[in-house]
């Protein structure tokens, strides 16, 4: 079984910044892409960033040259640092990791219970 526990969230003021990171810990043989989504309320939830083994990154338009995700293999964990916050970033940010448990097995995605991030003055 495997359990991604994600920590850094927080309330923030606008032009501040925030450190998420999320940790994969279980039975895992291998990851592949790990990432962050984002739901806010009312909305559907959104990719954020998201990055491969191989440490190609993708970003969504709106956090571009503000937000960057990193990951430590060694570690199996990822990590979003948050620059220069806005308000419309409040949301519940989610890790997601697609985690293969066994050589013979196939990768599934995996999702973080949550956490909340909130920028407001």
């Known amino acids: 079984q495997v359990q991604l526990v994600e920590s850094g969230g927080g309330l923030v003021q606008p032009g501040g910044s925030l450190r998420l990171s999320c940790a994969a810990s279980g039975s895992i043989f291998s990851i592949n892409a790990m990432g962050w989504y984002r739901q806010a309320p009312g909305k559907q939830r959104e990719l954020v960033a998201a990055?491969?083994?191989?440490?190609?990154?993708n970003y969504a338009g709106s956090v571009k040259g503000r937000f960057t995700i990193s990951r430590d293999n060694a570690k199996n964990t990822v990590y979003l640092q948050m620059n220069s916050l806005k308000p419309e970033d409040t949301a519940v940010y989610y890790c997601?990791?697609?985690?293969?448990?066994?050589?013979?097995?196939?990768?599934?995605?995996?999702w973080g219970q949550g956490t909340q991030v909130t920028v407001s003055s």
């Open positions: 990055i491969t083994s191989g440490g190609r990154t």
């Open positions: 997601n990791a697609e985690i293969r448990e066994r050589l013979w097995s196939s990768f599934k995605n995996n």
